[in-house]
């Protein structure tokens, strides 16, 4: 408990007085200092008793207003005047008291028998007992920790016994910020501003924490991150002192967990083999999935490529407690998943393996997660050249593959195609019914109602097109090098 103004005036050996303002007697004394300066303000942080023998201070009403208003504005919260036989004053002036009162900050007197050095070691003394009162409880606290902890019980009985000693609320959520587990009378759900640091946490890692008024969150875990820690309430000094060992304690906690997964995830990793299994039928694969418990109508294959074998087993164990019910294993560097199709995978991507090349699978019947996990190990290299994950997308994979393109080359490539046709029709007409053809299938007809023209007007532009470019349309090379011409300019247009 801070030491306070009256708990100083009421020690006898100190001789201490008050000579203005005892209603404000309740304000706590972070320091004491002596100064004569007649301007201090700058030399003081607030909160302290400033000690005087008012030695070059001129006892006049003007000269003490100004003081005390420099004393006030500095934030001192007492101001004490030395008085003695041998000193300028043997009682407290009154332009001094009057202008005290009339800024309502405490004057005391200090009696001519003590030095000033007794009243600062007075209060130093106070504040170094309520230091090592604070570490005693800090101490006691802890060890109930400890031992909630030390029971077996889990997350909740540790977090019960700092509810129970600090009165903040906690709880610990996953790395995706879903609750694993809740104090004593706490929110069972993180409000938004608390969702805000999760996220912000769970983005930096275990050096990372965050801050906000009422609420606090730090990482959970020893060399990646497993959880995380919200605390709601505002922790006060007892309780700062008690976080890191909170920490810890939750850490540990977590990485038993992880280590006690450790044989389900590899029983998983066994069922995804065997489900990646050439010689397995569709029915055995369904089989499979039933006994993983994964019973979505459709799924998906996600592969990643981490930096290492062992980064490779890290990412596979975060995301088997990402995505409830998957299928996960490392093989070597790659990652393989089959996750159903509910899942966002570039979320739970972003949060586990940023940065590294990644594929996406499309969502298929359970009994074709093998061709899904292929399609989405087949979009690797397009990943690495693009730096995201690459999500498998039927209506458009010539353009995953014309967007690894650099824009000056497709540009390029274009050009020299369809340049004669720019340079006859700067309008685009010519070139615009030309894509319209190509990508209905050669249809005239479809074309022409597409762009609101007669079907002869759409044959007299085609015939126009094919005699500029040099390109016969009834010929099948002609017409693909014409459409990848058209699509390599979207793209380029796109990068």
Same mark, same amino acid.
């Given at each position: 408990?801070a030491?306070?103004?009256?708990?100083?005036?009421?020690?006898?050996?100190?001789?201490?007085?008050?000579?203005?303002?005892?209603?404000?007697l309740?304000?706590?004394?972070?320091?004491?200092?002596?100064?004569?300066?007649?301007?201090?303000?700058?030399?003081?942080?607030?909160?302290?008793?400033?000690?005087?023998?008012?030695?070059?201070?001129?006892?006049?009403?003007?000269?003490?207003?100004?003081?005390?208003?420099?004393?006030?504005?500095?934030?001192?919260?007492?101001?004490?005047?030395?008085?003695?036989?041998?000193?300028?004053?043997?009682?407290?002036?009154?332009?001094?008291?009057?202008?005290?009162?009339?800024a309502?900050?405490?004057?005391?007197?200090?009696?001519?028998?003590?030095?000033?050095?007794?009243?600062?070691?007075?209060?130093?003394?106070?504040?170094?007992?309520?230091?090592?009162?604070?570490?005693?409880?800090?101490?006691?606290?802890?060890?109930?920790?400890?031992?909630?902890?030390?029971?077996?019980?889990?997350?909740?009985?540790?977090?019960?016994?700092?509810?129970?000693?600090?009165?903040?609320?906690?709880?610990?959520?996953?790395?995706?910020?879903?609750?694993?587990?809740?104090?004593?009378?706490?929110?069972? @759900?993180?409000?938004?501003?608390? =969702? *805000?640091? %999760?996220?912000?946490?769970?983005? #930096? /890692? &275990?050096?990372? $924490?965050?801050? !906000?008024?009422?609420?606090?969150?730090?990482?959970?875990?020893?060399?990646?991150?497993?959880?995380?820690?919200?605390?709601?309430?505002g922790?006060?000094?007892?309780?700062?002192?008690?976080?890191?060992?909170?920490?810890?304690?939750?850490?540990?906690?977590?990485?038993?967990?992880?280590?006690?997964?450790?044989?389900?995830?590899?029983?998983?990793?066994?069922?995804?083999?065997?489900?990646?299994?050439?010689?397995?039928?569709?029915?055995?694969?369904?089989?499979?999935?039933?006994?993983?418990?994964?019973?979505?109508?459709?799924?998906?294959?996600?592969?990643?490529?981490?930096?290492?074998? @062992?980064?490779?087993?890290?990412? =596979? *164990?975060? %995301?088997?407690?990402?995505?409830? #019910? /998957? &299928?996960?294993? $490392?093989?070597? !560097?790659?990652?393989?998943?089959?996750?159903?199709?509910?899942?966002d995978?570039?979320?739970?991507?972003?949060?586990?393996?940023?940065?590294?090349?990644?594929?996406?699978?499309?969502?298929?019947?359970?009994?074709?997660?093998?061709?899904?996990?292929?399609?989405?190990?087949?979009?690797?290299?397009?990943?690495?050249?693009?730096?995201h994950?690459?999500?498998?997308?039927?209506?458009?994979?010539?353009?995953?593959?014309?967007?690894?393109?650099?824009?000056?080359?497709?540009?390029?490539?274009?050009?020299?195609?369809?340049g004669?046709?720019?340079?006859?029709?700067?309008?685009?007409?010519?070139?615009?019914?030309?894509a319209?053809?190509?990508?209905?299938?050669?249809?005239?007809?479809e074309?022409?109602?597409?762009?609101?023209?007669h079907?002869?007007?759409?044959r007299?532009?085609?015939?126009?097109?094919?005699?500029?470019?040099?390109?016969?349309?009834?010929?099948?090379?002609?017409?693909?090098?014409?459409?990848?011409?058209?699509?390599?300019?979207?793209?380029?247009?796109?990068?």
């Amino acid at each position: 408990m801070a030491l306070l103004l009256s708990d100083l005036v009421g020690r006898p050996e100190l001789h201490l007085s008050v000579a203005a303002c005892p209603e404000h007697l309740d304000r706590p004394v972070v320091a004491a200092h002596a100064s004569e300066l007649v301007r201090p303000g700058p030399w003081l942080q607030g909160g302290e008793l400033l000690m005087t023998i008012g030695l070059l201070l001129p006892m006049e009403p003007a000269a003490c207003r100004a003081y005390v208003d420099d004393v006030t504005a500095a934030g001192a919260h007492a101001l004490a005047l030395g008085l003695g036989p041998d000193l300028p004053h043997q009682r407290a002036p009154e332009p001094l008291v009057t202008a005290a009162r009339e800024a309502g900050l405490p004057l005391l007197t200090v009696g001519a028998r003590v030095p000033f050095i007794a009243v600062t070691k007075a209060v130093f003394a106070a504040q170094a007992a309520e230091q090592r009162a604070a570490v005693e409880r800090a101490f006691e606290t802890q060890r109930r920790l400890t031992a909630a902890a030390a029971a077996g019980g889990g997350l909740t009985p540790t977090l019960d016994a700092w509810t129970a000693a600090t009165g903040v609320y906690a709880q610990v959520t996953d790395v995706l910020g879903r609750t694993v587990a809740v104090g004593a009378d706490g929110p069972r @759900e993180p409000d938004a501003a608390g =969702a *805000a640091l %999760l996220r912000r946490v769970a983005e #930096g /890692g &275990l050096r990372a $924490s965050a801050v !906000a008024p009422g609420l606090e969150v730090q990482p959970l875990g020893a060399r990646r991150l497993r959880g995380m820690l919200l605390l709601t309430g505002g922790a006060g000094p007892d309780a700062r002192l008690l976080i890191s060992g909170l920490v810890a304690l939750l850490s540990l906690e977590l990485e038993r967990r992880h280590l006690a997964d450790e044989p389900e995830r590899r029983r998983r990793a066994e069922l995804l083999g065997r489900l990646l299994d050439a010689r397995g039928t569709a029915e055995q694969a369904a089989d499979v999935l039933a006994g993983a418990g994964l019973v979505a109508d459709a799924v998906r294959g996600v592969v990643v490529a981490a930096a290492g074998e @062992e980064a490779a087993r890290e990412i =596979a *164990a975060d %995301l088997a407690l990402a995505v409830p #019910g /998957g &299928l996960v294993r $490392s093989r070597g !560097a790659l990652v393989e998943a089959v996750v159903g199709s509910g899942l966002d995978p570039d979320a739970a991507l972003a949060r586990f393996a940023p940065g590294r090349p990644a594929g996406i699978g499309s969502p298929m019947p359970p009994t074709a997660a093998r061709a899904s996990l292929r399609e989405a190990g087949g979009l690797l290299e397009l990943s690495r050249a693009a730096g995201h994950p690459v999500r498998a997308r039927h209506d458009r994979s010539s353009a995953l593959l014309l967007d690894l393109g650099a824009p000056t080359a497709l540009t390029g490539y274009a050009d020299a195609l369809l340049g004669p046709l720019d340079a006859a029709d700067p309008t685009g007409a010519l070139a615009l019914t030309l894509a319209t053809w190509l990508d209905t299938g050669s249809s005239w007809d479809e074309t022409a109602r597409r762009l609101g023209l007669h079907r002869h007007t759409v044959r007299n532009r085609l015939d126009k097109a094919a005699r500029l470019t040099g390109r016969r349309l009834d010929d099948g090379d002609d017409r693909f090098d014409l459409w990848l011409a058209l699509r390599a300019r979207r793209a380029a247009r796109r990068g």
